[in-house]
T-cell receptor, first 113, second 117 residues
Framework: GNSVTQMEGPVTLSEEAFLTINCTYT??????LFWYVQYPGEGLQLLLK?????DKGSNKGFEATYRKETTSFHLEKGSVQVSDSAVYFC????????????FGAGTRLFVKA | EPEVTQTPSHQVTQMGQEVILRCVPI?????FYWYRQILGQKVEFLVS????????KSEIFDDQFSVERPDGSNFTLKIRSTKLEDSAMYFC???????????????FGPGTRLTVT
């Protein structure tokens, strides 16, 4: 079946450090891949997405590249800020007419000033 | 930018009571979904709804749950007899029709926090 595995948290970084959150997936066909962010007490916000192999999604300094050969979609940011502290969810959806989304377990990021 | 809205933002109910969570999807979307997130855990798919019927549901979505689109704008999730373990954040989402091979984005609402006491 389809699934998403992401690195366990929490991840604690100092401001301006480099961030990587690993995500791998298992899926039939060619899913779209997403990163969502959830700030404390809030809902899910789409951070970035990629719809086919080698696509790079980017937003707010975050990037992730759809790697079909390694079935990965790792999230990176060159210099994190305190305001990036949140839970990050890797997710996939199958392009089968609808948009059922399968989420990873989430990775909590703490950024210290 | 269009958005999915959900009401109420927080619902407290006693065990055994019925609750209805409401969602207003984006107006030109045709697929609707409910997801659940138990505190501190992953977001789990509950059900998808298309053309006035359930298109897919998860194991979580048992006979205690039902969904309805009572009019042209609302999409509801009903839990008939709530249990303590139903306490969670419930997210509604909507999307347009996806053509095979293309990407799509589901738009999530802000969630309703359900607390069962």
């Amino acid at each position: 079946g389809n699934s998403v595995t992401q690195m366990e948290g929490p991840v604690t970084l100092s401001e301006e450090a480099f961030l990587t959150i690993n995500c791998t997936y298992t899926a039939t066909g060619y899913p779209s891949l997403f990163w969502y962010v959830q700030y404390p007490g809030e809902g899910l916000q789409l951070l970035l997405k990629a719809t086919k192999a080698d696509d790079k999604g980017s937003n707010k300094g975050f990037e992730a590249t759809y790697r079909k050969e390694t079935t990965s979609f790792h999230l990176e940011k060159g210099s994190v800020q305190v305001s990036d502290s949140a839970v990050y969810f890797c997710a996939l959806s199958r392009n089968t007419g609808g948009f059922k989304t399968i989420f990873g377990a989430g990775t909590r990021l703490f950024v210290k000033a | 930018e269009p958005e999915v809205t959900q009401t109420p933002s927080h619902q407290v109910t006693q065990m055994g009571q019925e609750v209805i969570l409401r969602c207003v999807p984006i107006s030109n979307h045709l697929y609707f979904y409910w997801y659940r997130q138990i505190l501190g855990q992953k977001v789990e798919f509950l059900v998808s709804f298309y053309n006035n019927e359930i298109s897919e549901k998860s194991e979580i979505f048992d006979d205690q749950f039902s969904v309805e689109r009572p009019d042209g704008s609302n999409f509801t999730l009903k839990i008939r007899s709530t249990k303590l373990e139903d306490s969670a954040m419930y997210f509604c989402a909507s999307s347009e029709i996806v053509r095979r091979g293309t990407g799509s984005t589901g738009y999530f609402g802000p969630g309703t926090r359900l607390t069962v006491t």
